[in-house]
């Protein structure tokens, strides 16, 4: 017994030894970015427990003095889009287990960015092998698969991902596809890369786990390729047990129990950075340093970029001269003379180094992937009527950008 909520993992369930082990290494995860939280892990189908058997379980878990107008257990999907099982098969769950006790459920995955920054990095292993060829994107059409649902706003937000990891790895083109349910299908959207004149194709499964679904669309593309000679197609793989996205579960935890700090603000103090004239260090050159260097530049920042290798946007900027590209690994040196630092690779042990060198130079530094190792936030800004508006979150960056967004409806009212 302990004094923290429990929480129920409700996984989707699986036949495939290999996508069932994922699911529980993910579990471990969570379990490790929540120390002092009974997880229980729970299946909708093919797998036991099933997840009233996991909210039964883990009622034995709950503390004795949870006021009266708080969950004493939280039960997230370990779904990444709405759908039947979120919106139906989930609750019922919870309904048959829960013997009365108060149960606060939460949402799916997406839109975190962090989920899509797990997706690209996937993608941008398949483009770049150890064992082959690299590919580069703006020579290569991406088909995005999706689950497929009879939801509508799952299956939009499927578009929606497919446009944004489109442009921010940098295809030539994107068309977004589903292994069941809806249209357009898997041999459907390789087909129109072909006629818009793709001749190779980067299929990036967005599936959590190894399952059916995966062997389903190796099978789809192995079928297609038969009839598509001289198309070149490569298949990503899929998100698996990962720290960052297990970073985003426990967010979604923490939003259920209000967890202190996170209703009571950013532990930071609010400030402007005048950096005009000034050196900015931005280590990564990918899709967060494609977004954050924009407003770096507009603020007469001098950026320096330290990375092997570059997106499109960035690589454009430097060969514009607008920043310093340096194409190579960090190196201590490069905090020196700097201002303040952004750490944006793909990798978590660089950005620590870099986050580390940063403190230990008193120099304040942004991480993009664990914000809360770092020594700053990148608040969600933007400017209306000569008004520059920024919001800085302590967990949720997504209820950040709908902060601020309301309070710019409010300024043009």
Not at 19 to 28: E, I, M, P, S
Not at 159 to 177: D, H, I, K, M, N
Request: with cysteine.
């Amino acid at each position: 017994m302990t004094d923290l909520v429990p929480l129920v993992i409700a996984a989707h369930g699986t036949r495939d030894a290999q996508g069932l082990a994922q699911t529980r290494a993910f579990a471990d995860e969570v379990r490790a970015a929540l120390p002092g939280v009974h997880v229980e892990l729970g299946f909708v189908e093919l797998a036991e427990p099933d997840v009233a058997g996991a909210v039964h379980n883990a009622l034995a878990h709950i503390p004795h003095a949870v006021p009266s107008d708080e969950p004493e257990l939280v039960v997230l999907p370990l779904m990444l889009n709405t759908g039947g099982h979120v919106n139906s098969d989930i609750p019922e769950f919870i309904e048959a287990g829960r013997d009365g006790h108060r149960v606060s459920y939460g949402g799916p995955l997406l839109p975190d960015p962090r989920v899509r920054q797990v997706l690209e990095e996937r993608i941008n292993t398949a483009l770049a092998p150890a064992d082959g060829p690299a590919w580069r994107a703006d020579d290569t059409s991406l088909v995005l698969v999706g689950r497929g649902a009879l939801t509508t706003r799952a299956n939009a937000e499927h578009y929606r991902l497919t446009r944004y990891v489109g442009e921010e790895v940098g295809f030539a083109g994107a068309f977004p596809s589903f292994i069941q349910v809806v249209r357009p299908s898997v041999p459907e959207a390789l087909t129109m890369a072909v006629d818009a004149g793709a001749t190779q194709i980067l299929v990036g499964p967005n599936f959590l786990f190894r399952g059916r679904l995966r062997t389903w669309l190796s099978e789809q593309v192995d079928a297609w390729l038969e009839t598509h000679p001289g198309i070149e197609v490569r298949i990503s793989d899929v998100l698996g047990p990962s720290p960052l996205i297990a970073e985003v579960f426990a967010d979604r935890y923490r939003e259920q129990v209000g967890e202190p700090g996170n209703g009571d603000g950013a532990p930071v103090y609010l400030s402007g950075l005048r950096l005009a004239g000034r050196r900015v260090l931005v280590v990564g050159a990918g899709h967060v340093a494609e977004r954050r260097i924009p407003r770096l530049l507009e603020a007469g920042a001098r950026v320096r970029v330290v990375a092997p290798n570059a997106g499109i946007r960035v690589a454009r900027l430097a060969e514009q001269g607008r920043v310093d590209w340096q194409q190579r690994g960090f190196t201590d040196s490069d905090v020196d003379e700097a201002w303040f630092v952004l750490a944006a690779s793909n990798d978590p042990e660089v950005n620590a180094r870099v986050s580390a060198e940063a403190e230990r130079q008193r120099v304040f530094c942004v991480r993009s992937d664990k914000s809360s190792d770092g020594t700053a936030y990148t608040p969600a800004t933007e400017e209306a009527g000569g008004i520059t508006v920024a919001v800085v979150g302590h967990r949720n960056p997504r209820r950040s950008v709908r902060v601020r967004d309301e309070l710019l409806k409010a300024l043009q009212v």
